[in-house]
């Protein structure tokens, strides 16, 4: 019989069982709506959160979900239609953290990120094509390959240090396409992104210090990290993820072993250089809009049949999605 409280995976298609409540007890759905789980928790006790087919989003507990084939209990409940799975359509994965920049210890976690591709069935659907999926008990999160790309030529640090990760534990033939083209991604647009994330992160800090007395030791050393990846990328074309040059100082920093001082004088030089780097790089003042674009159009294409899905998905060229040590692949 099936575990009414059993976890539920992300790309769920699940019946809420209480109506679903927005400001002044409004009911935003009704008991019985069907949404998809787009985010899962980390512990039994958390809330998943759920995305309806007008793209609103709750947070639910898990006994106030049922999964939607179950919940239809009639003998051919699903006939014709395969149940979604979120690992079918991931295209690439790769392992982002610590653990990809060089600056793990023995504790750290294996952080994953990648892209999925939707298919044609699930865009035409009223539920449309989820942004992204984000299983925090599996410490995973693919987003959908348009949002992907958008955020890619946008220069979003994130996206970039995935597409450069070193380790890399799920490659289908369409994700090595989209590895093939990561330079098109890369513009001067990076100085803005890295550069003033940094900067307004680095504020907060702080302003922490200064209110409360404490520094976020581990955050001001990502955002050191960020500043010495972001110049380099302008200088070399291309994102570097590993720190192993940097690896004792930037622990230090992580620690606290560094006095603040010391690391605001480090900040300081690093945005000097970044303002160099901006000066010496040849990069475009634009990423390749017409090549991004060119690609997104033929991976639908390429999917929109199922003998061309199979071709473009189904024969990986990697996947090692439970291996502690995903495959190294060079920078």
Request: proline share 6%.
């Amino acid at each position: 019989m099936f575990d009414v409280l059993s976890p539920l995976p992300a790309g769920t298609q699940v019946v809420v069982l209480a109506a679903v409540l927005g400001s002044q007890n409004v009911v935003i759905h009704p008991r019985g709506a069907v949404g998809l789980v787009t985010r899962t928790p980390t512990r039994p006790d958390e809330s998943y959160s759920i995305r309806f087919p007008d793209g609103c989003e709750a947070v639910l507990p898990r006994e106030q979900l049922e999964v939607l084939r179950h919940f239809k209990n009639r003998p051919d409940a699903g006939k014709g239609s395969e149940p979604f799975s979120v690992e079918d359509h991931v295209i690439y994965r790769g392992v982002v953290g610590s653990r990809a920049y060089g600056l793990e210890s023995e504790e750290s976690d294996f952080d994953r990120r990648g892209v999925y591709v939707a298919p044609a069935e699930m865009h035409w659907s009223l539920f449309g094509a989820p942004d992204q999926f984000e299983d925090h008990a599996g410490q995973w999160c693919v987003w959908e390959l348009q949002k992907f790309v958008v955020m890619a030529l946008k220069a979003n640090p994130n996206i970039l240090e995935c597409l450069y990760s070193p380790l890399v534990d799920r490659l289908t033939r369409l994700g090595a396409q989209l590895l093939d083209m990561r330079e098109r991604f890369l513009s001067k647009l990076i100085f803005q992104t890295f550069n003033g994330y940094a900067m307004s992160q680095f504020k907060l800090i702080e302003r922490d210090q200064r209110n409360r007395g404490e520094v976020r030791w581990k955050h001001a050393m990502h955002l050191l990290r960020l500043l010495l990846g972001g110049a380099a990328a302008l200088r070399e074309g291309r994102v570097p993820v590993r720190m192993h040059a940097h690896r004792e100082r930037l622990l230090a920093v992580k620690c606290g072993a560094t006095p603040w001082s010391e690391v605001e004088a480090w900040r300081v030089a690093l945005h000097a250089d970044f303002e160099r780097a901006l000066g010496e790089t040849r990069l475009p003042d634009r990423p390749d809009y017409e090549a991004a674009n060119q690609f997104l159009v033929q991976a639908r294409r390429q999917l929109a049949t199922p003998h061309e899905r199979t071709k473009a998905l189904s024969r990986c060229l990697l996947e090692r999605p439970d291996s502690p040590a995903p495959v190294e692949r060079g920078e």
